[in-house]
């Protein structure tokens, strides 16, 4: 072992000194008593033991701000928070076209289609895509048990399309039976997001995409509990004779 073998991690040092100003700042302008300190100490113990740290980062507005800080490449598509209901292990290959849900799904059929390229219009073949939306009860398949349902993959064809089938998204509360719950009622925010459909690009040679497709019509799009609604990922979801909403939306990926 040499003098320069060292286990000390220099950006954390750096992130840490940045953390420790910003929060003694907090604790002079907010005037922190001994008791809300400990209270609060006590608050963040029961949202780690309750797995809400993301949670929590989200109605913050946090995860949508670092999104923000890390996504500027303008001629990408836009992307938005991946929020606590992403599980890999879950997504399984749906085929393209492909259904992720079963026919008999309650709801509205809905349609979603498009094409990725890259910031030069190029189509990208192999592009995987996965999706996961809430049911029209507004609950993940993770919070109703084992079952995998209304998430899937799939793979973008030789000419960068893909084409998923399902029921349309719906709006829904965040989670709000644990300590984040108790945050959100305490401070009167509001709990609900717009409805969204979720997509997670990946590509080799370009940046992961992680965004959502929102239909125009909800009515929390100005107030969405975890901010993460961008104008550009507003769509009309326009329903045709048959009944099926169809909504087209392309994807840019930018390179890594
Ligand atoms: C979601 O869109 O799945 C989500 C995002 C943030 C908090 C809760 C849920
Ligand atoms: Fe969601």
Redesign the pocket.
């Known amino acids: 072992m040499t003098v320069t073998d060292t286990t000390v991690n220099q950006r954390l040092i750096e992130v840490t000194d940045i953390l420790r100003r910003k929060l003694f700042e907090f604790a002079e302008e907010a005037e922190i008593t001994e008791q809300e300190y400990i209270e609060g100490l006590l608050w963040l113990n029961r949202v780690g033991a309750a797995d809400e740290a993301i949670l929590l980062a989200d109605v913050l507005h946090l995860s949508a701000k670092v999104v923000d800080l890390n996504n500027q490449e303008s001629e990408a598509t836009q992307s938005t928070v991946l929020?606590p209901?992403y599980f890999p292990e879950r997504h399984h290959d749906v085929g393209n076209p492909g259904r992720i849900c079963p026919e008999s799904q309650p709801g509205d059929p809905f349609v979603l289609s498009g094409t990725v390229t890259a910031i030069d219009g190029a189509p990208l073949a192999g592009v995987q895509l996965d999706f996961?939306?809430?049911d029209s009860d507004g609950f993940?398949d993770n919070q109703l048990g084992d079952e995998t349902n209304l998430r899937g993959r799939m793979f973008t064809d030789v000419d960068g399309r893909y084409e998923v089938h399902s029921v349309k998204?719906m709006d829904?509360p965040v989670p709000t039976d644990g300590p984040t719950g108790e945050f959100i009622r305490a401070t009167g925010h509001n709990p609900m997001?717009p409805a969204?459909f979720?997509v997670f690009a990946m590509a080799d040679g370009y940046k992961p995409k992680i965004t959502?497709i929102f239909p125009d019509t909800s009515q929390y799009l100005d107030n969405d509990a975890v901010n993460g609604v961008k104008d550009s990922l507003v769509y009309r979801f326009e329903t045709g004779d048959d009944g099926v909403s169809r909504t087209t939306f392309d994807l840019v990926l930018a390179p890594v």
Do not use: A
Request: charged share 10%; glycine share 8%; proline share 8%.
């Open positions: 929020g209901f996961w939306q809430s993940y998204p829904y997001r969204h979720h959502h």
